[in-house]
């Protein structure tokens, strides 16, 4: 297959479009941020803006993204069907029934995250349930910790299943899925925290994030050059596939300065600026995170695409 340019439409039909990428952009999201949440509240306890944030974030990405992934299969109503026929041997039905514990937990998690705002409320329901919560926070925690790395790691499994489809079927994809998710959870969390927290009363918090994020993007690199190398070593097509997907074509070039470029070299260089003076402005800390967030998205809606057109 030779090097190719111009749109991308013009090779190959897209079973697997964007709203697919930005599935897997919302549910590692959510995963991540539970992640995140639980080890914000062991660090700095549950009375902080950037635990609260990671909380909500957590069961808003995840209803979305599975909206998104009910209206995208055609037959909303049908779906019922696959949260009752069970087949293990399916990614896809696993993924599911990982999600169907996920998503519950993560909003009565969200709902004992924000126990005070709800009380303020004066219903009695709301605030016995938000109490209720609040009192199950320590063990929904840890089934949240567990079940957010599964979930984190199905978006990946649920493509690298796809055997025939070079870019996908590596075992390196979903660690790298994984990682990204709790890259832009670290990143959505802080953007969300600085945002409230305007006299940086909390700003232990937002440099945990940063650092926390830091790790998170070299770790992501480094899983990106594997699974390239992996793929490469895999087989010629293989090779093919990877040296097509690298090639200056418009898909490449939204990887080297998307995802590369603005989503993690940029990202670093404000963290290790504002790392090594312990310090920060709220406005570097938003701009860093939302070229991580962008990064993150375009790195799965690369992902999806290269996967299919680079065969």
């Known amino acids: 297959m030779n090097n190719m340019s111009g749109s991308l439409a013009q ?5 697997w479009g964007w709203p697919i990428a930005f599935y897997l952009f919302l549910a590692g999201l959510s995963a ?62 696993i993924g599911v029934a990982l999600l169907l514990v996920y998503t519950p937990l993560s909003v009565i998690y969200a709902i004992g995250a924000f126990k005070n705002e709800i009380a303020s409320l004066k219903i009695s329901l709301f605030d016995a349930l938000a109490n209720l919560a609040s009192k199950l926070s320590g063990l929904l925690g840890v089934l949240l910790f567990i079940l957010g790395i599964g979930v984190g790691a199905y978006t990946g499994f649920l493509l690298s299943a796809a055997h025939k489809i070079a870019l996908w079927n590596t075992p390196v994809l979903p660690l ?32 945990f994030l940063l650092k926390f994020d830091f790790l998170a993007i070299v770790a992501e690199f480094l899983l990106i050059v594997a699974l390239f190398m992996v793929v490469k070593g895999t087989s010629a097509s293989g090779a093919q596939s990877v040296a097509n997907a690298l090639s200056a074509n418009s898909l490449g070039l939204m990887f080297y300065i998307g995802v590369i470029g603005l989503g993690m070299a940029v990202p670093i260089i404000l963290d290790l600026s504002v790392l090594k003076v312990h310090d920060f402005k709220r406005e570097f800390a938003v701009l860093n995170a939302i070229l991580v967030i962008c990064g993150v998205f375009l790195l799965r809606y690369y992902i999806v695409y290269a996967g299919q057109i680079f065969i």
């Open 11 to 15: 090779y190959t039909e897209i079973y």
């Open 32 to 93: 991540g941020a539970s992640i995140v949440a639980v080890l914000i509240s062991n660090k700095f306890g549950k009375d902080n803006y950037y635990f609260k944030a990671a909380a909500l974030i957590a069961p808003v990405a995840i209803i979305l993204g599975l909206a998104l992934l009910v209206l995208d299969l055609g037959k909303p109503l049908s779906f019922y069907w696959i949260l009752l026929l069970y087949n293990f041997d399916s990614v896809m039905s």
């Open 176 to 207: 790298l899925f994984l990682v990204s998710g709790l890259s832009c959870a670290g990143a959505f969390t802080l953007l969300l925290g600085v945002l409230k927290d305007e006299k940086r009363a909390q700003k232990q918090t937002a440099h």
